[in-house]
């Protein structure tokens, strides 16, 4: 059985910093490429990183490029997202999801998700 399960969130002023963890487990193939997402009230879903199993490769949403960094331990099945300079904006629920297979990058449909956690940015 697949899993991913997310950790790290929390209720913080604006200007700081928090580390989110994805830990999966049960993966059907070798590479993959997971994706920290977020929703916010009443906004859709939008995908903020992703980082591919095969290379290392990466990518960022604009609102984060140069805030939020992903890094990833496949020793340990975990992949951070560390969040620095945290604005009120980015209050959201944080999900990580996986896409599975050598190619594998991150799309809005991915093939699996964790149930998500929250980070509050007061202003």
């Known amino acids: 059985e697949v899993q991913l399960v997310e950790s790290g969130g929390g209720f913080l002023q604006a200007g700081g910093s928090l580390r989110l963890s994805c830990v999966f487990s049960?993966?059907?193939?070798?590479?993959?490429?997971i994706g920290w997402f977020r929703q916010a009230p009443g906004k859709e879903r939008e995908m903020i990183s992703c980082?591919?199993?095969?290379?290392?490769?990466?990518d960022y949403a604009d609102a984060v490029k140069g805030r939020f960094a992903v890094s990833s331990d496949s020793t340990n099945n975990t992949v951070w997202l560390q969040m620095n300079n945290l604005k009120p904006d980015d209050t959201a629920v944080y999900s990580c999801?996986?896409?599975?297979?050598?190619?594998?990058?991150?799309?809005?449909?991915?093939?699996?998700w964790g149930k998500g956690t929250l980070v509050t940015v007061s202003s």
């Open positions: 980082i591919a199993s095969i290379d290392g490769s990466t």
């Open positions: 999801a996986a896409e599975m297979g050598i190619g594998a990058w991150c799309l809005m449909d991915m093939d699996y």
């Open positions: 049960g993966f059907p193939y070798q590479h993959y490429a």
